[in-house]
């Protein structure tokens, strides 16, 4: 390779580099304030609770239970976690065809948006002012005994298109992370572990395009 080249190569190493650069602070800038939360589905034996009694007591992931050995009535509590602020949270909950509908109680927000009766049913919880908070349990859905085991998972809430936080600047953030829940002898996900992969881009990487 003569000294030219090296030259143009070195310049076009640098021009994409800038260019990296360039969409990772854009990107950061566009992100929001929840930028590392996850979310799980905590589940417990059914029994008569309110928004305010018989809660669960959930100070980090590791309170968070995603195993449900029984094949009896349980609740199941939608739970996210490692949040800075919050104007609206929205989500889905899917779960086998063969357990019939929920009833679900709504918990947290000024205003509810949608309702979840059947599997695949969305719900949006809005705060009218910022709502700051690192753990946020917005309601509970109560299901019969299951005739088969299966899992509970959260999804995207279908009358918005969206599963996640939105923060008090109307930016929308993806959880990092989804734990699953199982059901009368279906293992659940560790809330804890992310469980997300990540390639990022090094300058290795960068450099191997050229090559």
């Known amino acids: 390779m003569d000294q030219t080249q090296r030259r143009i190569r070195l310049i076009q190493i640098a021009l994409l580099a800038t260019i990296f650069l360039s969409l990772l602070l854009s990107g950061t800038a566009l992100a929001g ?3 590392y939360y996850k979310a799980a589905l905590h589940v417990m034996p059914h029994e008569e609770r309110i928004c305010t009694t018989a809660w669960p007591e959930i100070a980090d992931c590791a309170g968070i239970t995603t195993v449900y050995p029984g094949c009896d009535d349980f609740d199941v509590f939608p739970v996210f976690f490692d949040l800075v602020e919050l104007a609206r949270i929205e989500y889905a909950l ?3 065809a063969q357990w019939g509908d929920c009833v ?5 927000g000024d205003d509810i948006i949608g309702n979840i009766i059947s ?3 969305g719900i949006a919880h809005e705060w009218d002012q ?4 690192e753990i946020v349990i917005p309601g509970y859905a109560w299901f019969s005994s299951p005739v088969t085991p299966g899992q509970i998972v959260l999804t995207t809430n279908p009358l918005t298109g969206f599963l996640g ?3 008090c600047g109307g930016a929308r953030d993806f959880a990092i992370g989804l734990a699953a829940s199982g059901v009368c002898g279906i293992p659940g996900e560790d809330p804890c572990d992310c469980g997300c992969g990540s390639e990022p881009r090094t ?3 960068i450099k191997s395009m050229f090559r």
């Open 33 to 35: 304030s929840n930028l």
């Open 94 to 96: 899917s779960w086998p």
């Open 104 to 108: 679900f109680t709504p918990c947290a």
């Open 119 to 121: 599997s695949g049913d």
């Open 130 to 133: 910022c709502f700051q908070a």
């Open 165 to 167: 936080a939105t923060d």
């Open 203 to 205: 300058w290795s990487a």
